[in-house]
């Protein structure tokens, strides 16, 4: 009897955000937005007097200095606003479809390393005795929201999936192999970077799964596991591999397009959709990685961090859609020899 008390709780917290979790998603997202009219960054500036007396000034930074001529990448802003506001329609329009969920948790996840970027591009900005930026009040209050909403709205999605045996162990089968795939390494040029096959069992785990399984085998589960590994730190797991690699969910948007259960081999319409989705998951990778050069690695400049990550990442997406298109028909048959038991 005690421990039917628990379950029953359980369950009633999982109706509960079944039925208004997309309310209080959409929620967090239109609060996000309105905290960035707030204080986004705090300037830092030491101007010299006489003598050896320094005067140090600190100047708030809202929306609309971003789209001066004085500051550089105001774009970003416009980008952060515009992810923010259609991550709160998506959580909306889950109510009707639950992997609006997913899509809804994808994009707050992506604001937020653009959040993240907001203060380290005046420091680059040629703004005279700066010595250094900061979040403000707006930005921090952004940030939380925004995670808030993304676990809010992806918690709607887990409530009508499985997590059954033969999926979890096909999941851990690709993580495994995705872990040894990572191992083997193409060097590209003399700045470290390298590419290899890893993206590919993560996009066969969306592709066959749908989006919560691919963020929690990829960003999750594998992030973690490489992030630990790999030995760059914990710093850069958010980034380079919470959405780094979770970014492979959003193939799992497309699935319905790209496979059904009668489906038993290669098809114009799925090979189209698998490029576009996984162009836009290696993208999604590229902003996280980008961000994570400059926050975590200190890199001065975005353009010299795109220029990094635009060695390796393209090219492992690249690598890993090809072979994926390749071997789209036999992944078809696999699927209508075995369909995933859940709906999506």
């Known amino acids: ?39 986004i960054v705090t300037l830092k ?4 007097l006489e003598g050896e007396e320094v005067k140090k000034v600190y100047t708030d930074i809202h929306l609309w200095h971003f789209f001066q001529n004085k500051y550089k990448y105001g774009w970003t802003m416009f980008v952060t606003i515009g992810v923010l506001f259609g991550g709160s329609i998506c959580a909306a329009l889950s109510l009707v479809k639950r992997n609006f969920a997913s899509a809804s948790s994808m994009l707050y996840f992506l604001a937020i390393p ?7 591009f005046f420091e680059e900005s040629g703004i005279e005795y700066l010595s250094g930026a900061e979040f403000g009040w707006g930005a921090v209050c952004a940030l939380a929201f925004s995670i808030i909403g993304a676990v809010i709205a992806l918690s709607t999605e887990f409530s009508e999936n499985t997590f059954i045996t033969k999926q979890i162990a096909e999941d851990g089968v690709l993580i495994a192999a995705a872990f040894i795939l990572n191992l083997i390494k193409i060097p590209l040029g003399a700045t470290g970077g390298s590419a290899n096959f890893q993206m590919l069992p993560l996009f066969i785990i969306a592709l066959r ?5 691919g963020l929690i085998c990829g960003g999750i589960i594998y992030g973690l596991m490489t992030c630990l590994t790999d030995g760059y730190g914990f710093a850069c797991y958010p980034f380079d591999y919470l959405i780094g690699f979770g970014s492979v969910m959003v193939v799992g948007f497309f699935r319905k397009l790209i496979l059904s259960e009668k489906q038993t081999g290669y098809n114009l319409k799925g090979e189209l959709f698998i490029l576009l989705a996984c162009t836009i998951a290696t993208l999604i990778r590229f902003i996280g990685s980008t961000a994570s050069s400059m926050i975590v690695y200190g890199v001065p400049t975005l353009t010299e961090a795109m220029a990094y990550n635009a060695i390796y990442i393209p090219v492992s997406g690249l690598i890993a859609t090809a072979v994926l298109m390749g071997a789209y028909g036999p992944i078809a048959k696999i699927n209508s020899i075995y369909p995933v038991d859940k709906a999506l």
Do not use: N
């Open 114 to 120: 653009l959040l993240a970027l907001s203060a380290k």
């Open 1 to 39: 009897m005690d421990k039917q008390i628990p379950r029953e709780r359980m369950k009633k917290v999982d109706d509960f955000f079944l039925k208004y979790g997309w309310i209080i998603a959409t929620a967090c997202g239109i609060i996000a937005i309105l905290f960035l009219l707030g204080t």
């Open 45 to 48: 500036q030491k101007i010299p």
């Open 209 to 213: 799964h749908g989006p919560a399984h």
